[in-house]
């Protein structure tokens, strides 16, 4: 039974039974297709940067979610979120539900869930705090920047009864999940390799300089930096070219894209949770090799044009690859039988060549609130397919070949193990 259906019920044995009639209108019970406010389910929305309002304003479409307050350490943010859900929504959010502290929102006994879109180092912190304060999460990928986050955020979910939702929405889309069932299902003939369209790999170590710090209201810097380490000032950071210094990417930009495309070999190879065991990298190209022998390749370029996030599946009797097009190219031709794909999910202002579904995957995430049954990016599996990505960065910016065993999530490697973790800055400890 979902937490919305308990606190109607303990409302119900709370209150009795009224004396007198009431007369109360149709809405509030549902009626006349609308939804009733007890079956809504409340959102905090912490992170208010163009990536979080892309995913807001796909949940804002769902009848049954009610946004409820919006928070993030930039001023100008907070502002431009208030005002775009007036006009666009006719959504008023007051100055007493509008916060720099995302404490702020979780403390709140009314929110149901919260959407997590803050900069890559926050996202595992902010998801396992919003864990411990009871709400259900939607979080931004990459959703955690280390191994053993990842495996933390995953223990945190499963003590705390959570559902969580990684937005990697790809696997929620028809093309991407023909061409996994056509690889899962034995069609290619034995799977030999799985590859999946990454960045071209970058890493940065350097500050960039010292500019004066705003106003704590203006931009909170030392809650922007929270558990990552500190560093000076700089404007650059803050606005979103924070991408690729160490300190606050998962490694290298692997996961901006391989976070959507090693999850879809995953899933393929049916290893949702696991990871392969060795890996190594030559120039901008990353390979892996799974327990059972199926080659992972990540690389960024040599696709067919088929739009961005590209997974191809090679068998011994075939082959597919498919892009954020929505197109599909198979072989051989007596495959073209087994495409099923939606083209609703493609096009105009929901779908584009973005890969972005407008409905399923967030209300994948909204009816297993209800439910309490699994999201189909859930932690676990979110885990495995990070932990890949994070392993193979690895083996890039070490220069050499690691082994790797996903049960204990330890490499042969003694550097490369010391780097399975960081250290966060006080207090931001989980």
Same mark, same amino acid.
């Given at each position: 039974?979902?937490?919305? =259906?308990? =606190?109607?019920?303990?409302?119900?044995?709370?209150?009795?039974?009224?004396?007198?009639?009431?007369?109360?209108?149709?809405?509030?019970?549902?009626?006349?297709?609308?939804?009733?406010?007890?079956?809504?389910?409340?959102?905090?929305?912490?992170?208010?940067?163009?990536?979080?309002?892309?995913?807001?304003?796909?949940?804002?479409?769902?009848?049954?979610?009610?946004?409820?307050?919006?928070?993030?350490?930039?001023?100008?943010?907070?502002?431009?979120?208030?005002?775009?859900?007036?006009?666009?929504?006719?959504?008023?959010?007051?100055?007493?539900?509008?916060?720099?502290?995302?404490?702020?929102?979780?403390?709140?006994?009314?929110?149901?869930?919260?959407?997590?879109?803050?900069?890559?180092?926050?996202?595992?912190?902010? =998801?396992?705090?919003?864990?411990?304060?009871?709400?259900?999460?939607?979080?931004?990928?990459?959703?955690?920047?280390?191994?053993?986050?990842?495996?933390?955020?995953?223990?945190?979910?499963?003590?705390?009864?959570?559902?969580?939702?990684?937005?990697?929405?790809?696997?929620?889309?028809?093309?991407?999940?023909?061409?996994?069932?056509?690889?899962?299902?034995?069609?290619?003939?034995?799977?030999?390799?799985?590859?999946?369209?990454?960045?071209?790999?970058?890493?940065?170590?350097?500050?960039?300089?010292?500019?004066?710090?705003?106003?704590?209201?203006?931009?909170?810097?030392?809650?922007?930096?929270?558990?990552?380490?500190?560093?000076?000032?700089?404007?650059?950071?803050?606005?979103? =070219?924070?991408?690729?210094?160490?300190?606050?990417?998962?490694? +290298?930009?692997?996961?901006?894209?391989? +976070?959507?495309?090693?999850?879809?070999?995953?899933?393929?190879?049916? +290893?949702?949770?696991?990871?392969?065991?060795?890996?190594?990298?030559?120039?901008?190209?990353?390979?892996?090799?799974?327990?059972?022998?199926?080659?992972?390749?990540?690389?960024?370029?040599?696709?067919?044009?088929?739009?961005?996030?590209?997974?191809?599946?090679?068998?011994?009797?075939?082959?597919?690859?498919?892009?954020?097009?929505?197109?599909?190219?198979?072989?051989?031709?007596?495959?073209?039988?087994?495409?099923?794909?939606?083209?609703?999910?493609?096009?105009?202002?929901?779908?584009?060549?973005?890969?972005?579904?407008?409905?399923?995957?967030?209300?994948?995430?909204?009816?297993?609130?209800?439910?309490?049954?699994?999201?189909?990016?859930?932690?676990?599996?979110?885990?495995?397919?990070?932990?890949?990505?994070?392993?193979?960065?690895?083996?890039?910016?070490?220069?050499?070949?690691?082994?790797?065993?996903?049960?204990?999530?330890?490499?042969?490697?003694?550097?490369?193990?010391?780097?399975?973790?960081?250290?966060?800055?006080?207090?931001?400890?989980?």
């Amino acid at each position: 039974m979902s937490r919305l =259906s308990l =606190s109607r019920r303990h409302f119900l044995k709370t209150t009795g039974i009224f004396a007198v009639p009431l007369v109360f209108p149709a809405k509030i019970f549902g009626k006349d297709g609308a939804t009733a406010p007890s079956n809504k389910i409340t959102l905090g929305f912490i992170g208010c940067g163009h990536r979080g309002r892309h995913d807001l304003r796909r949940m804002l479409r769902q009848p049954d979610v009610q946004l409820l307050s919006l928070c993030d350490v930039q001023q100008a943010r907070r502002n431009e979120t208030r005002d775009y859900l007036a006009k666009t929504y006719n959504i008023n959010i007051s100055a007493e539900n509008i916060y720099r502290h995302f404490r702020d929102v979780l403390d709140r006994k009314d929110i149901d869930a919260v959407l997590i879109a803050t900069g890559d180092h926050w996202h595992a912190h902010a =998801s396992i705090y919003a864990a411990q304060a009871g709400k259900d999460v939607y979080s931004e990928k990459p959703c955690a920047i280390t191994i053993d986050l990842c495996r933390q955020l995953a223990a945190a979910m499963r003590r705390y009864g959570t559902i969580f939702q990684a937005g990697t929405q790809r696997r929620s889309l028809s093309n991407f999940k023909c061409a996994a069932e056509l690889a899962r299902s034995g069609k290619l003939g034995k799977l030999k390799e799985v590859h999946a369209a990454i960045y071209y790999l970058n890493v940065r170590y350097d500050w960039l300089p010292a500019q004066p710090l705003p106003e704590q209201d203006i931009c909170d810097w030392d809650m922007w930096l929270g558990p990552s380490p500190w560093r000076p000032y700089n404007y650059e950071y803050v606005k979103g =070219s924070w991408r690729g210094h160490y300190d606050f990417d998962s490694g +290298a930009k692997h996961h901006d894209w391989g +976070a959507h495309t090693v999850d879809l070999c995953q899933w393929a190879v049916n +290893a949702d949770g696991s990871a392969p065991v060795k890996y190594w990298a030559e120039g901008h190209r990353m390979f892996g090799v799974y327990g059972n022998g199926v080659k992972l390749v990540m690389r960024p370029d040599g696709w067919m044009g088929l739009g961005n996030c590209a997974v191809r599946f090679e068998g011994e009797d075939g082959w597919v690859e498919t892009g954020d097009s929505g197109r599909i190219a198979v072989y051989p031709d007596s495959l073209r039988d087994e495409l099923r794909v939606d083209p609703a999910t493609y096009g105009g202002k929901d779908g584009g060549t973005h890969g972005e579904d407008p409905i399923t995957h967030i209300r994948n995430f909204f009816d297993c609130v209800k439910t309490r049954e699994q999201p189909v990016c859930n932690a676990d599996i979110t885990a495995g397919t990070h932990i890949a990505c994070h392993a193979s960065a690895l083996s890039w910016l070490l220069k050499r070949e690691l082994t790797f065993d996903p049960k204990t999530d330890t490499f042969t490697d003694e550097q490369a193990n010391r780097m399975r973790t960081r250290e966060w800055r006080e207090p931001w400890i989980v």
